[in-house]
């Protein structure tokens, strides 16, 4: 791989795992509002948590897209490089 590639690689791995910790931490504190969601604070924060997490799989699934044509990207420029060098 190129060493762009292998940087765009980790950086998508840290990304991945950033959001999967947010994911998680979102997700419990969710669980410890449905188990005390008698009062209508409790209800907005919910609300407000659950729209957060949304935003962030929604952000999560717009980084991988973007990735993957980065990668496409990547890979077409590589080939250009190795033909050019190849009749060169």
């Keep these: 791989m190129s060493p762009a590639l292998d940087s765009l690689t980790a950086a998508l791995e840290r990304l991945d795992k950033s959001i999967g910790l ?3 931490a979102l ?5 410890r509002l449905d188990a005390g969601a008698g009062t209508a604070g409790w209800l ?3 609300l407000r948590l659950e729209a ?3 935003a962030a799989r929604h952000g999560e699934r717009q980084a991988q897209e ?3 044509v980065m990668k496409v990207r990547l890979d077409a420029a590589i080939s250009r490089l190795q ?6």
């Design 22 to 24: 947010l994911d998680r």
């Design 27 to 31: 997700t419990r504190r969710l669980e």
């Design 44 to 46: 907005a924060e919910k």
């Design 52 to 54: 957060e997490l949304a």
């Design 66 to 68: 973007q990735a993957r």
């Design 83 to 88: 033909g050019v060098l190849e009749e060169g």
